[in-house]
């Protein structure tokens, strides 16, 4: 355990977590799926090591979330995805940034996803901050039915004319084949020229997404014609509030409506189980996400997300000369003819990083990482700071 010791409000940093700090943690953000138990050991069975942070007062969490390290050759990176409502000059920055220099953490990456009141402060090594916004479904709101979008019911209208029922569901066939259609998602969207991957690649998300069914993070809800699943999407669940984690769908699916079919469904099974907040996710991949989104009611919610590099600046510059290596080093060598000649650069330097030094991408890349080629190495499923 570490503790910023001193003051009335203290910061905590724990990673072996006792189950009363875990249970605590739930309750003081009953509706965040990134603050489950079951979420912080499905991404410790997905090979991240998990680390609750937060602050204490008294003997007591008044504030919590949980970071996820990866380490790879170069660099170990520390990821908060929901960081916790903290008020303004808050002692769990200073001791934020204590732990990263006492952890060797090189590279910092946050957001306040589910936490939007939460500002993420200017701290030091700042290379990128992007805004954006998260979709909420108010599910408490008893007319939210009603502010289905017309385009949206003549959706669902015909996915029921069209016989599809939506599942639940689990397992290695289930978790592949949604990772299969989340590709095709991807497929697509980049036909029509926007900017998207598989977060992490294939592999890894089949690994992450067996992790978050199989410990109970998530439910894996399955849309489906005739024995053929034609949309899938994984929901994180808490006590109070879910999110919409990932999704996808086939050409099919698309065409008879199968996707918006199943997110309503999600929702009336979600408010069913006395659900109140259903977190749809951002949409900065492209604008036709944003109106998928809009037209279910969902309200937009102001989001941060920010990248701070801590390391030194050699290792800066070796970071980054290894992801244009990785990038560009075989159309170099064909370039110059050395591909002709048999001659390679080794796997180990071409190849996108394994599953220990990649770490998963828990929101969507940006371009503007001031040189770092954040954006790029992600599109490639390259991790440029864990290379």
Request: with cysteine; hydrophobic share 40%.
């Amino acid at each position: 355990m570490y503790q910023h010791i001193g003051m009335a409000t203290q910061f905590l940093a724990v990673n072996v977590i006792p189950r009363e700090l875990a249970a605590a943690l739930m309750s003081v953000a009953p509706a965040n799926p990134f603050c489950t138990k079951s979420y912080a050991e499905a991404m410790h069975a997905n090979g991240q090591q998990v680390w609750l942070l937060g602050t204490k007062r008294g003997g007591e969490l008044v504030a919590g979330c949980y970071g996820l390290i990866a380490s790879g050759h170069l660099n170990r990176c520390l990821q908060i995805p929901s960081l916790p409502h903290l008020p303004s000059g808050d002692v769990f920055w200073d001791g934020l940034m204590r732990f990263c220099s006492s952890h060797r953490i090189h590279c910092l990456e946050l957001a306040n996803s589910l936490s939007s009141g939460t500002h993420i402060p200017l701290l030091l090594g700042e290379v990128e901050r992007r805004d954006t916004f998260e979709y909420v479904l108010d599910l408490g709101d008893p007319d939210w039915e009603r502010k289905l979008a017309r385009h949206h019911r003549r959706k669902i209208e015909r996915a029921l004319q069209a016989g599809v029922t939506v599942r639940r569901t689990a397992g290695v066939d289930a978790c592949r084949e949604h990772v299969r259609l989340v590709a095709t998602s991807m497929e697509r969207r980049r036909r029509r020229g926007e900017s998207a991957a598989v977060p992490g690649g294939v592999k890894q998300q089949r690994s992450l997404s067996l992790a978050l069914t199989e410990k109970g993070a998530g439910e894996l809800f399955q849309a489906v014609e005739c024995g053929e699943v034609l949309s899938s999407a994984i929901v994180l669940r808490a006590a109070e509030g879910a999110r919409y984690y990932t999704a996808g769908t086939s050409p099919q699916g698309t065409k008879c409506g199968a996707s918006h079919f199943l997110l309503y469904s999600i929702a009336r099974v979600l408010r069913g189980e006395s659900v109140r907040r259903f977190d749809l996710g951002t949409a900065a991949d492209g604008p036709g996400l944003d109106l998928f989104k809009l037209r279910f009611g969902a309200a937009p919610v102001f989001l941060e997300h920010a990248t701070f590099y801590l390391g030194s600046d050699l290792r800066r510059r070796l970071t980054t000369a290894a992801h244009y290596l990785r990038q560009s080093g075989s159309a170099l060598l064909r370039r110059i003819g050395a591909a002709g000649r048999g001659l390679q650069l080794s796997a180990s330097v071409l190849a996108p990083c394994s599953t220990a030094d990649r770490v998963p991408a828990l929101w969507p890349p940006c371009d503007s990482a001031q040189g770092l080629g954040l954006s790029a190495a992600s599109r490639l499923g390259y991790d440029c700071f864990t290379v």
